[in-house]
């Protein structure tokens, strides 16, 4: 087999890593077997070679057994063609009754720019609706209206060297270590490089992030902008205002500065506000005050909030105030999480966008969309935010509802609301890869998307860098692409002529076009040097960061270096910010404060991370993190479960007892879907509170309950089959090599023969069990062997128990005739000759904690050494944070 190797972007997170991939031959794809492992591309200068873990897997997610392979309404599979009369017919219906405000789309920034594109221009131009909306509002919205207002437009200032170039990094509500693994590794490198420079990590909890920081402040949470708040009116006493910036190139400082003044008046009130002591914030503002190179880092624990805005612009107004901007290793840096959240802004993809980096209030520029699109019937005004949207299709106001490649019944604040909003809505439109979804279970109509490897277009990550996915794998079914579906209901809506795009990279050239038409330097989103790009131009596109006018093909690397905004006077606004907490309060129902996040090798709603077995053995259940003083207090053991009720419905969870977060505070991972778990999707507790000026919901602030579930046994069932019946108090389904993995726990006092029969049930049992139980214990041990194979193997504790699963999905595999030893080990839960690795910590190289542990027993004393014997952490790194907490501490003396 011949192979050519192409360049593609990875579609997991904004640092939009380069990856090298293995197109298999033309004459060998069959059925796509195998597809080689990826590698980072050394030319991106994203990553300049490097992957993590997700992205270095990738190749591993590309054959599921769940795709949509065809379109359905109803249920029933139909053509595309009658697909898309179906959904035509219906738009035109209700547009033509209830007016265009009844269509809405509601997006996703893991869509190509080009599927945003026609998406926007097919409701704000001819349907004419302002009704479009993305998950990027429960991600980037707060960053946005924080940028527009600080500068008059969403222009993200810095770039990924200033992260290396600066001397303090200050990293707020981030957890880059799991989150954006490669930049979080080229900080890691300059640190090494530069020991001087300084690391703050700004977090409630204690994260892998930390461990790289200087200093950590766990404050508490939804308190962060007081600390910049403080920052601003210490950097006037302390001498370090930039008056020569301010005055030439901002407005509004003496205001903020005065609200700062009293907000925020002594630096015992503002460390009180956080919960910290005075010492670590004055540790902080000293290196704030000796550092002119300063980046403040920033993500969701500063957007997801109901003040997210604000603190955007708190932090901006610090960095404005000392001139921090436009300057090699200073800014304020919004980073971007997922891949193309970024293009999904550069179109104009949000319902109070208009395209282009312009809005419906923009002077002009209503007019000048519309001539440029010769567009029929614009939208006028802003369209409804995500949560009001789902708010409006509860109340009958949506009627039809597009949702493209997000997953809303596990993303958006209160599944049951979503849940009410979808069954109201007369014709919900899913276009997604995976068969089987929570959201896809909710829709009427399902279009079958190409997926990343076989989609074609661009991305923009968190630096502004553009950079081509390309569709080097064909479709698998009928699996079509999104701009071409869009573009199909366009036509026989009847707007032929705008949607008869040949190629996506004619979608490029308008986009393009639009972004330079009437611009001449007015609006900071400019790629008017694409605005007439080939096929071969496009296809051979190497990574560029916009703006890219005409005349400057080689882009920008970095915003405002002359100190002039996009605001009409062009100077930048400070803006005075109040401190507030999180608007959900906490009482004596619901004492606990409700934070949420991601794991390290999952991605969001695990439709494609899910289906690499590899990277479930990090964390291979879902858990709730609570701190072992609540727990002893609530009688909660390690690894038991647990139920967390809110006002809005409730998920039971094993519980991780780590000191990682604060009393009265719990974690909770946001993955794990009903896909994977039957009661785990952590958005059931979540209000809809959002943030008045940017809608962003709260997602990292509920008020909850916590009690501990008693009387479970708990247990592990493996199979050679999926399970019919899933009748368990709880069930975790964790994707293995080999078979069926769940963990499961019921009620107590299961007997062996229900067991067997809740197992066997309606099937003829021609196998035999083998048992073992032991009254004592109340251990309970079956395997079902079948045509001498194991076919079934079930554990049942009194208490959580670590199996060996990974052997035993193996041994259902084996083809062997079973031998007495082998039936014995299954019994006994663990093979006899196989060394027991511990939970998986590399997963490059899946070397688990007992073979660290070994190592270091054996004489092994540092990070490096665990890489030389184990080669732990030499691949991606993103298990290195881990690693270095097996190094024991040793302190030297000196003489
Ligand atoms: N492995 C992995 N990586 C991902 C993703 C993924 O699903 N999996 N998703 C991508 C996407 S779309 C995004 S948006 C990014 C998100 O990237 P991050 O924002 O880094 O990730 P999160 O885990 O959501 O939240 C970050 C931290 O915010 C903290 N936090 C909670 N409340 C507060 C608070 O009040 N103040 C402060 N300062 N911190 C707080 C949490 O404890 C958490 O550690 O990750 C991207 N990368
Ligand atoms: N409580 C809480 N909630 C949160 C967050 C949090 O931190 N806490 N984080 C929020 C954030 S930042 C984000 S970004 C969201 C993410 O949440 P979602 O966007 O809901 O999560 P995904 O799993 O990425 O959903 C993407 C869907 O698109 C499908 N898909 C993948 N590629 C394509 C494609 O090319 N075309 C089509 N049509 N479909 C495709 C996938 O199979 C999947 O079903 O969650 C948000 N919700
Ligand atoms: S850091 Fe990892 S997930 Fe993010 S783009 Fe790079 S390889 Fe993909
Ligand atoms: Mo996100």
């Given at each position: 087999m011949t192979a050519t190797i192409a360049k593609t972007t990875c579609p997991y997170c904004g640092v939009g890593c380069g990856v090298n991939f293995t197109v298999p031959d033309s004459t060998s794809k069959s059925g796509l077997t195998e597809v080689p492992p990826v590698s980072g591309d050394l030319d991106h200068p994203a990553n300049f070679g490097r992957l993590c873990v997700k992205g270095s897997s990738l190749s591993q997610t590309l054959q599921s057994d769940d795709r949509l392979l065809a379109p359905s309404v109803n249920g029933d599979v139909v053509s595309w063609d009658s697909a898309l009369e179906t959904v035509s017919g219906k738009i035109a219906q209700v547009v033509k009754d209830h007016g265009p405000d009844s269509f809405a789309f509601y997006l996703?920034?893991?869509?190509l720019t080009e599927d945003y594109y026609v998406a926007n221009k097919l409701a704000k131009?001819?349907?004419?609706?302002?009704?479009v909306d993305t998950n990027s509002r429960l991600c980037m919205a707060s960053a946005v209206v924080g940028y527009k207002r600080a500068f008059g437009s969403d222009t993200v200032p810095c770039n990924y060297e200033d992260l290396e170039l600066c001397d303090l990094l200050i990293m707020v509500g981030s957890n880059a270590a799991w989150t954006h693994p490669i930049l979080y590794q080229r900080i890691v490198e300059a640190k090494k490089q530069r020991p001087n420079m300084k690391v703050v990590v700004v977090d409630p909890r204690e994260t892998?992030?930390?461990?790289?920081?200087?200093?950590?402040?766990?404050?508490?949470?939804?308190?962060?902008?007081a600390i910049f708040s403080f920052l601003l009116q210490h950097s006037v006493q302390a001498g370090v205002l930039d008056n020569g910036f301010i005055s030439r190139h901002t407005n509004g400082f003496k205001e903020a500065l005065n609200q700062a003044l009293e907000s925020t008046p002594t630096l015992t009130s503002a460390a009180n506000f956080c919960g910290i002591s005075d010492e670590d914030l004055m540790q902080l503002a000293n290196w704030w005050v000796e550092t002119p190179e300063t980046v403040t880092f920033y993500s969701q624990g500063i957007n997801q909030s109901s003040s997210g805005v604000d603190k955007c612009n708190a932090i901006i107004n610090c960095h404005l105030a000392t001139g921090r901007i436009g300057k090699e290793g200073a800014g304020p840096f919004s980073i971007t999480g997922q891949p193309n959240a970024m293009g999904g802004r550069e179109v104009g993809g949000l319902a109070n966008q208009l395209a282009a980096h312009m809005d419906f209030a923009t002077p002009g520029a209503l007019e000048l969309v519309q001539r440029f699109w010769q567009a029929p019937n614009m939208a006028t005004e802003n369209g409804l935010k995500a949560v009001d949207l789902f708010q409006a299709m509860e109340e009958g106001k949506i009627k039809v509802a597009w949702i493209m490649s997000t997953n809303p019944m596990v993303s958006l604040p209160d599944t049951a609301q979503v849940r009410r909003a979808l069954e109201k809505c007369e014709l919900v439109i899913v276009s997604d890869c995976k068969a089987h979804t929570d959201t896809t279970a909710m829709a009427d109509v399902l279009f079958p998307a190409t997926g990343w490897s076989e989609k074609d277009g661009t991305v923009t990550n968190s630096e502004r860098r553009i950079s081509r996915q390309r569709g080097l794998l064909p479709a698998p079914g009928e699996a079509q692409h999104d701009w071409w579906a869009i573009c199909e209901v366009a036509k026989r809506l009847g707007y032929q002529s705008a949607f008869s795009y040949r190629n996506v990279h004619e979608i490029f050239a308008e986009h393009a076009a639009l972004s330079a038409f009437e611009n001449s330097g007015k609006r900071d989103f400019d790629i008017g040097h694409f605005s007439q790009i080939t096929k071969s131009e496009y296809d051979a596109l190497t990574p560029v960061q916009w703006p890219v006018p005409k005349g400057r093909p080689e882009g920008t690397k970095r915003m405002f270096e002359d100190g002039r905004f996009f605001t009409p006077d062009k100077r930048a606004k400070f803006v005075p910010i109040v401190p507030i907490l999180p608007l959900q309060e906490k009482t004596s129902d619901w004492p606990f404060t409700l934070n949420t996040g991601r794991v390290r090798d999952q991605w969001h709603t695990m439709t494609r991370t899910g289906d690499a077995a590899l990277l479930t053995k990090h964390t291979d259940q879902p858990y709730v993190e609570i701190h072992p003083k609540d727990a002893r207090q609530l009688g909660i053991e390690d690894k038991t479960l647990v139920r967390i009720t809110s006002p809005y419905g409730e998920v039971l969870l094993k519980a991780k007892i780590s000191r990682a977060v604060a009393p009265g505070n719990v974690f909770v991972p946001i993955h794990w879907t009903q896909q994977f778990s039957n009661a785990s999707v952590v958005s059931n507790l979540i209000p809809q509170v959002v943030d008045p000026l940017s809608g962003q919901p709260e997602s990292k602030h509920a008020q909850v309950s916590l009690e501990a579930v008693k009387n479970c046994a708990y247990g592990v069932v493996i199979s050679a089959t999926p399970l019919e019946?899933?009748?368990?108090t709880y069930w975790c389904y964790v994707p293995s090599e080999h078979g069926y993995h769940y963990e499961v726990v019921w009620p107590v006092g299961q007997s062996v023969a229900s067991l067997q029969s809740l197992f066997t049930d309606g099937h003829q049992e021609k196998g035999e069990w083998l048992e073992y139980t032991n009254p004592k214990t109340q251990q309970i041990r079956l395997a079902y062997i079948d045509n001498q194979k194991l076919a079934l193997a079930v554990y049942l504790h009194p208490k959580p128990e670590s199996i060996s699963c990974d052997w035993l999905a193996m041994t259902l595999v084996n083809n062997d005739v079973l031998s007495d030893l082998e039936r014995m080990a299954i019994l006994v839960g663990s093979?006899?000759?196989?060394?027991?690795?511990?939970?998986?910590?590399?997963s490059c190289f899946q070397i688990g904690s007992k073979q660290i542990e070994k190592a270091v027993a054996g004489g092994v004393c540092s990070v490096e050494g665990l890489g030389a014997k184990l080669k732990c952490g030499t691949n991606c790194g993103s298990c290195l944070p881990e690693l270095k907490h097996f190094i024991p501490i040793i302190t030297e003396l000196s003489a």
């Open positions: 996703s920034g893991q869509i131009g001819f349907i004419g609706t302002a009704n892998a992030t930390c461990d790289i920081a200087d200093l950590h402040l766990a404050i508490k949470p939804g308190s962060d902008a019946t899933l009748d368990f093979p006899a000759n196989v060394e027991d690795k511990g939970e998986i910590v590399c």
